[in-house]
């Protein structure tokens, strides 16, 4: 399960992959967050986030992650240290139950609840969304600065946080 590949060479491949189709307008807003495990601090994927005019754009490329269905949310904090556990409660603005951010809206779910991600056996997994009303800087539901959370267990998006366990990894929004 654990590779013997050096964090910087696993970064250099993934920033490569992920720069690789991805177009910025100029008056966009982007952000990258580097998710790393969090006992072991190795580097289990990459994120890249645009504002776009629908929506905020999120593409998490997973390369050597935990195998499984995970949680994945953003978190409220800016910082991943102590475990993860410093970056806080699920980023929840207004103050609404947990649920699934895509299907229940802002009135019936966190906003940052992202839902699940599925890793596969070699480490591998994508999450992709656009997701209208979030943003990186503008609005009332922005989430630059905020961090991402990998749960060990998936969201079962029962209360009050869907059940998704220890956090596994973790990955601080760094706007651009
Ligand atoms: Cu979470």
């Not at 060479?9 to 177009?23: D, F, P, Y």
């Not at 993860?84 to 299907?103: D, I, S, T």
Request: with cysteine.
């Amino acid at each position: 399960m654990k590779r013997c590949l050096p964090n910087w060479l696993l970064v250099t491949l993934m920033v490569a992959l992920l720069s690789v189709g991805w177009t910025t307008p100029a008056w966009a807003a982007t952000a990258e967050a580097i998710i790393t495990d969090t006992e072991d601090s190795h580097v289990v994927g990459v994120a890249e986030l645009e504002d776009t005019e629908p929506g905020l754009a999120i593409e998490v490329s997973f390369l050597d992650g935990p195998e499984g269905t995970h949680g994945f949310h953003i978190h409220e904090n800016d910082s991943c240290a102590d475990g993860g556990k410093a970056a806080g409660g699920h980023y929840n603005p207004a103050g609404v139950k947990h649920g699934y951010l895509l299907e229940d809206g802002f009135e019936n779910a966190h906003a940052g609840d992202l839902g699940n991600v599925e890793i596969s056996s070699d480490g591998e997994g994508v999450y992709s969304a656009l997701i209208p009303g979030l943003s990186l800087t503008n609005g009332q539901y922005s989430v630059g600065d905020l961090a991402f959370i990998l749960h060990a267990q998936p969201d079962d998006f029962g209360q009050p946080t869907g059940n998704a366990g220890d956090r596994a990894a973790c990955g601080v929004i760094e706007l651009d």
